[in-house]
């Protein structure tokens, strides 16, 4: 593991400017069963709760999920993983917010093939 995924040291609430490290994060997390995974993830649970938190605002403030997309486009790689993550969607928390983030990018009327594909993914 590279430093930065043992990264131990208390820093702000997260933003979006953060998804880079979450996403590396999440692909670290998912190729690993280790104690030393676990630790790190029980480490970052409560920033990671924070992140997804502040995702969601981000995902409810803009009017479509293409618009979503285009301004994060990580964002489907990194829900995707932690969806398969069993650590993370052990706790209800960060499931809950998960499924919201998920919920919120759901179009009910998609109008092209981003929002297609994102609901055909969703379900």
Known sequence: MTELQVQQTAEPLPNIQEMPFWLEKAVAWGQAESTRTRKDIS?????LRDFLQE???????VSSTTQTM???PL???FLGRLCWNPHVT?????????????LALYSEHPSNAV???SNQ???
């Open 43 to 47: 480490l970052h649970l409560s920033r």
């Open 55 to 61: 995702l969601l605002k981000q995902i409810n403030d």
């Open 70 to 72: 285009s301004r994060l």
């Open 75 to 77: 964002l489907g790689q």
């Open 90 to 102: 052990a706790d209800s928390s960060s499931r809950g917010l998960l499924l919201q983030c998920l």
């Open 115 to 117: 929002e297609r594909k």
């Open 121 to 123: 993914w969703i379900r």
